[in-house]
Nanobody, 122 residues
Framework: QVQLVESGGGLVQAGGSLRLSCVAS????????MGWFRQAPGKEREFVAG????????NYADSVKGRFTISRDNAKNTVYLQMNSLKPEDTAVYYC???????????????WGQGTQVTVSS
């Protein structure tokens, strides 16, 4: 079992930055591929970014490429999402999730956090 707890959300003006954190319980964090997803009101959940076990490979949704950066610290059981140049359309609840292998499909993830709200004002 892995428990995930996100933090770092909040209200920010367009063009601003936020860094989300997701802390995982357990000793097996380094064996999981980690992903960030988001869900805006009335919209489906969408993949935002993912990072493999060793941080050697990352992937991003086209909508956030060049603005968001995913990273992880296996010693701290933590995955981060640095979000720069935020836009109002980035407003959503952001979730971190874990699974053993790479995927951009939310229904393939085994563990989820409770989510953290990000609101970007224009």
């Amino acid at each position: 079992q892995v428990q995930l707890v996100e933090s770092g959300g909040g209200l920010v003006q367009a063009g601003g930055s936020l860094r989300l954190s997701c802390v995982a319980s357990g000793r097996t964090f380094s064996t999981y591929f980690m992903g960030w997803f988001r869900q805006a009101p009335g919209k489906e959940r969408e993949f935002v970014a993912g990072i493999n076990r060793s941080s050697g490979s990352t992937n991003y949704a086209d909508s956030v490429k060049g603005r968001f950066t995913i990273s992880r610290d296996n010693a701290k059981n933590t995955v981060y999402l640095q979000m720069n140049s935020l836009k109002p359309e980035d407003t959503a609840v952001y979730y971190c999730a874990a699974r053993p292998f790479t995927s951009t499909r939310g229904n393939e993830y085994d563990y989820w956090g409770q989510g953290t709200q990000v609101t970007v004002s224009s």
